[in-house]
């Protein structure tokens, strides 16, 4: 559907249509005709990054295609600023104009920016927060060099001497110390175990959601498409080969129902993919839960088969 609106100059259709393709997992050179899109909205900034970081992947479109994105890259780029930072230490978060632009950043990198005054600011646990303001200018690159600084040791404040004279203090008898109380057992979520467990927990809910986003977006494609053939089906007899060798009239509606039904069949996958990745991720969980017990300083739970004379059975013992 991207391509179809892209090639009718509908461009905020095809931006929006290659987005959710983007977030549904489709790459090559998705991400680059999204970029593409951005620079014919004149969102010169993120058609920048967008078709930079689709370029550096080399299976992202046929040698044509990435000429096409190689140009758009500098026509955007010939729009914006560019800003070259190089950071004493790596591992901090790097904001410019108070946006967060890198998470754990290496010592190196570089973004695009509007033209105009920018504050760049990185922020690293330990250390002075460092901060540079530069002026950039459209289709130029400015660098900028980040130097952290650790924090001081605040030392402790001296004792106050006393000025009255020091006097004997006289003993006193004291009830026996109370046994110190025995530390209760760690639950089902303390420590390493129980880190592991949450985050089991949260991938799992997070892979549902998607995966029933994305089968609700399937099915979607699949009934447009099905609205789309219903008026070729009447008019064709109901035969289902209809768009298997369309005729030119019905070649465009063809297209899009095509389209639709390619849609239809990513989104399936991609939800399918989810729900296989929730299973994996549950059932690990749920393991985690049968063979390591709820409390980890105990033993976990056995299961023993038992038999007596003429009886039989099943034997389990430990804390779950």
């Known amino acids: ?11 905020e259709r095809a931006e929006e249509a ?13 991400r680059c005709e999204w970029g593409m899109a951005l620079l014919a909205l004149q969102r010169h900034v993120d058609a920048a990054m967008a078709i930079d970081r689709c370029l550096k992947d080399p299976g992202a479109g046929t040698a044509a295609q990435r000429r096409r994105y190689a140009d758009g890259l500098e026509r955007a780029r010939r729009e914006v600023g560019q800003i070259d930072f ?12 108070g946006e967060v632009r890198d998470r754990d950043a290496s010592t190196s990198g570089y973004t695009y920016v509007e033209p105009g005054a920018h504050t760049i600011k990185a922020t690293l646990p330990g ?19 980040l130097q952290f600084v650790e924090k001081p040791k605040e030392a402790p404040p001296p004792a106050r001497a006393s000025a009255m004279p020091a006097t004997p203090k006289k003993a006193v008898a004291r009830p026996p110390a109370k046994p110190l109380a025995q530390p209760a057992p760690p639950g089902p979520f303390d420590g390493m175990a129980g880190s592991q467990r ?6 799992t809910a997070l892979a549902l959601t998607g995966g029933l986003v994305a089968s609700s977006l ?29 005729s030119p009239e019905n070649a465009p509606a063809c297209a899009e129902i095509n389209d639709l039904y390619d849609a239809h069949e990513v989104g399936r996958d991609v939800a399918t993919g989810f729900f296989i990745g929730a299973g994996v ?25 038992m038999i007596a004379g003429d009886q039989a059975g099943i034997s389990f013992s430990g804390v779950w």
């Open 1 to 11: 559907m991207g391509d179809i609106a892209r090639d009718q100059g509908r461009w």
């Open 18 to 30: 290659y987005f959710i393709a983007y977030r549904l997992g489709a790459g090559g050179r998705i």
């Open 86 to 97: 190089d950071l004493s230490h790596h591992g901090a978060l790097v904001t410019i104009s």
């Open 127 to 145: 250390f002075l927060d460092a901060e540079q303001t530069v002026q950039v200018e459209k289709g130029k690159a400015v660098q900028v060099a």
């Open 198 to 203: 949450i985050c089991g927990i949260g991938v």
């Open 218 to 246: 399937a099915a979607q494609y699949a009934e447009e498409a099905e609205r789309r053939a219903a008026p070729l089906l009447r008019n064709n007899g109901n035969s289902r080969s209809i768009c298997a060798s369309p």
């Open 281 to 305: 991720v549950g059932a690990a969980t749920i393991g985690s839960f049968i063979v390591h017990g709820i409390e980890r300083s105990r033993r976990p739970v056995r299961v023993v088969p």
